[in-house]
């Protein structure tokens, strides 16, 4: 009887699920997410929980996004194929929750397998990381007397991206009797409470059941799945308003084994390939016969492992910081879709639905390191979306009267803003800058100039006009005024350093480029096209050099805007007496936005990415001013925060930070993973070992590879496979 072949358990590569909590249910859903770039499905019990609705309707309203609270319910279902999105009646478009294709459904003498009611005994459930299967085993006794060991497998394939397979092993171990199943694809979800389907067409043939689903954003997505029993039985189809299912019955005697193979084939509109969805997804899944199964999983393990030798990072004498740093790497790996220009990686990591799917500043600066260092085609094609999204970005600033191009705060695939909280919207305009950043690290790390002259040049000849169109002129400066920095908890300031200093950066860097082009001889087609005057060249230069960035090589605290030492001081100890929970769940937002208490690092956040203009006591300086009034509410901060302290030598402050970042998804008490994964911190983990503990320099201020270590004293040794201008390497950092 074929199954697939398990890998043998290992702590170190395993993710587990405790036991079955009502509590607990869908965090372990949210983290043990599985994915393979094109598509991703939360670990839901393929039966799901007979007390929960998935399609239950609400309202969910614009709400500030670090303190909203999110539908209570024991499960959350969420499939997920980045680009679907639709029209959402406050929040703009957002990623759409699609049919769960995983369903499948068991009984017996009516009896439903359910896991909050069967009785239920030896469960145990994991996420194997190294070919990303998951596994749930567990005893089922019916009220009968029928005792079924039930064994679950499920992946997405990494080879053939369109393609899912679950395979279900029932083996009798006591009693007999017959056991009903239906295993189908369920549409009866909804997104954060929403509707987005317009039609749901239910067919079936010969060979699969399948739905097609219009979605409210206009596109549709195609689902078939085929079903293969370890012997042939009597199968049928049943098909309701929302789902459509395979059903048999299996008479089952003590020692007897049935296996239920479903492979199921997901084609959207939004795919980036040539043909309908349909006939694309019938052409993928036909030709699959049972006995392809063992060759599609040997596949799927073979493009996993080739992911994991280019980028596991190795920590001997930290199995915990090295289990962390495979998980991160994990969703990091599976969430990104390289042949996919036109879609990016969510704020959660497509494990979710609290930030709608969108695209955020986390993208550039959080992730792209990781991607330029492991799988540099994948850190281009997440830059080409912003190419990509440029017309989008273009009309964003038209629409706040400005020329040139203004990415949004909250990106969808448009490139227009879909921030619905106006503090964010109107005034986190970093982001537009920040991409500039991303480009250049992305380039000068692999050496991809031609990079810059086919795309890159256009987005920072139309941020740099908008640049010029934001700018005040003020006693002899350009100004930014009415700004919100990274920290996000001082919604309109004016002159925030990091802002101000990424433009000059932004700008410096297209005029430097423009430079280039012009040697080279590729400008004067570019500036046709572009249509570029000299004298936007010369507003260009009077910016990028008028421009106030308040800090010099003498400067001790810098003040991350105007005036923020007028800030109110607060009373953290007073305010603050739970600090599991969110210092802004404390306060009012008024009071906040007039304090002292920033969300995340803003000046260490300029300082982490321009390594060069920043001393060592320049940094101790200001992480001993900034880090006791952060309140790291955003999980961007800690790894920031790690990696500064690392770099002053202060190692246990690093540690600490370490704990957090780690915490931040894989507390079980936290439950952070609940609405999806923070993939940004994802991210950050990974640049908290590779810059701030292994001291690795950045790509973007250096040519040469060099690492400047400072090691937590039981770390041995760290094994780093980065790739640097082009060249794959191994890199080992050992305490000596
Ligand atoms: C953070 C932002 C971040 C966003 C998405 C917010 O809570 O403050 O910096 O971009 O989450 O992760």
């Given at each position: ?85 639709g ?9 759409v929750?699609?049919p ?87 549409a009866?979800v909804r997104?954060?409470?929403?509707n987005h389907f317009e039609y749901l ?12 689903v219009g979605t409210n ?25 929302s ?494």
């Amino acid at each position: 009887m074929f199954t697939f072949e398990r890998n043998e358990r290992d702590l170190k590569h395993c993710i587990y699920d405790p036991g079955f909590n009502e509590d607990s249910a869908k965090y372990y859903e949210g983290l043990l997410t599985q994915g393979n770039g094109y598509m991703h499905v939360r670990a839901s019990f393929e039966e799901g929980l007979k007390s929960v609705k998935q399609d239950e309707e609400y309202d969910r309203k614009p709400a500030n996004v670090t303190l909203e609270k999110h539908k209570k319910q024991a499960s959350k279902w969420g499939t997920y194929i980045p680009g679907v999105v639709g029209a959402h009646p406050y929040l703009f478009t957002e990623i759409v929750n699609l049919p769960f294709f995983m369903a499948a459904n068991f009984s017996v003498k009516g009896e439903e397998l359910d896991m909050e009611k069967s009785n239920i005994a030896g469960y145990e459930r994991y996420l194997d990381l190294r070919d990303a299967t998951l596994v749930r085993n567990f005893v089922w006794t019916t009220k009968d007397g029928l005792k079924l060991k039930m064994e679950y497998l499920r992946f997405l394939s990494l080879s053939q991206k369109h393609l899912a397979f679950s395979e279900i092993k029932i083996t009798a171990l006591s009693g007999e009797g017959d056991l009903y199943f239906e295993s189908g694809i369920d549409a009866r979800v909804r997104t954060n409470g929403f509707n987005h389907f317009e039609y749901l067409i239910f067919s079936h043939d010969d060979d699969s059941v399948g739905v097609r689903v219009g979605t409210n954003g206009k596109k549709s997505v195609v689902m078939r799945a085929k079903l293969f029993t370890s012997e042939p039985i009597d199968i049928a189809t049943k098909q309701d308003k929302s789902r459509i299912d395979y059903v048999g019955v299996k008479h089952l005697k003590k020692g007897e084994s049935f296996v239920l193979h479903k492979v199921i084939c997901a084609t959207s509109d939004c795919d980036n390939e040539e043909g309908d969805a349909l006939e694309r997804n019938r052409e993928y899944l036909s030709g699959i016969k049972f006995s392809d199964l063992e060759e599609a999983f040997i596949s799927h393990k073979k493009a996993w492992l080739q992911k994991w030798i280019d980028s596991e990072i190795l920590i001997e004498g930290d199995e915990r910081a090295e289990k962390a740093l495979r998980f991160s790497t994990y969703h990091l790996l599976r969430s990104d879709n390289e042949e996919n220009e036109n879609v990016a990686i969510c704020a959660k990591g497509y494990a979710g639905e609290a930030y709608c799917g969108r695209y955020f500043w986390d993208t550039e600066i959080n992730m792209l390191p990781f991607f330029i260092h492991t799988n540099p085609k994948a850190a281009k094609s997440l830059l080409m979306f912003r190419y990509n999204t440029l017309e989008g970005a273009k009309r964003n600033a038209l629409a706040y009267g400005y020329k040139g191009a203004r990415y949004p705060w909250e990106s969808s695939v448009s490139g227009e803003e879909e921030c619905a909280c106006w503090q964010y919207a109107d005034h986190e305009i970093h982001v537009t800058a920040d991409i500039i950043y991303a480009v250049m690290h992305y380039v000068k790390a692999t050496g991809d100039y031609e990079f810059i002259k086919n795309y890159a040049i256009d987005i920072m000849v139309e941020t740099a006009r908008y640049w010029c169109d934001r700018v005040d002129y003020k006693n002899g400066e350009y100004v930014l005024l009415s700004v919100m920095g990274p920290d996000e908890y001082l919604p309109m300031t004016n002159n925030n350093v990091y802002t101000n200093n990424m433009v000059r950066f932004a700008l410096k860097t297209t005029l430097s480029c423009i430079d280039k082009l012009k040697e080279e001889g590729s400008w004067d087609e570019i500036k046709d096209r572009l249509h570029v005057t000299q004298e936007e060249l010369w507003e260009f230069s009077k910016v990028a050099n008028g421009i106030k960035v308040s800090f010099d090589k003498e400067s001790h605290v810098i003040m991350q805007c105007d005036g923020f030492e007028d800030f109110a001081d607060l009373d953290f100890d007073k305010l603050w007496p739970d600090r599991s929970k969110c210092f802004g769940t404390f306060i009012s937002q008024e009071k906040n936005y007039r304090s002292k208490a920033l969300k995340q690092a803003d000046i260490l956040e300029m300082m982490m990415l321009f390594p060069k203009e920043f001393s060592k006591s320049q940094i101790e300086e200001n992480y001993d001013y900034y880090e006791p009034i952060t309140t790291h509410d955003s999980s961007l901060s800690a790894a920031v925060h790690g990696i500064m302290a690392a770099k002053i030598g202060r190692i246990d402050e690093a540690e600490a930070f370490l704990q957090r970042v780690i915490d931040i998804d894989l507390d079980p008490d936290k439950k952070g993973a609940e609405e999806g994964i923070h993939i940004a911190n994802c991210g950050g983990l990974w640049q908290l070992v590779v810059y701030g503990f292994a001291g690795m320099n950045s790509a973007l201020w250096e040519d040469e590879i060099k690492f400047t270590p400072n090691l937590p004293k039981n770390w041995q040794k760290v094994i780093i496979p980065i790739t640097w201008h082009g060249v794959k390497k191994r890199y080992v950092i050992s305490q000596d």
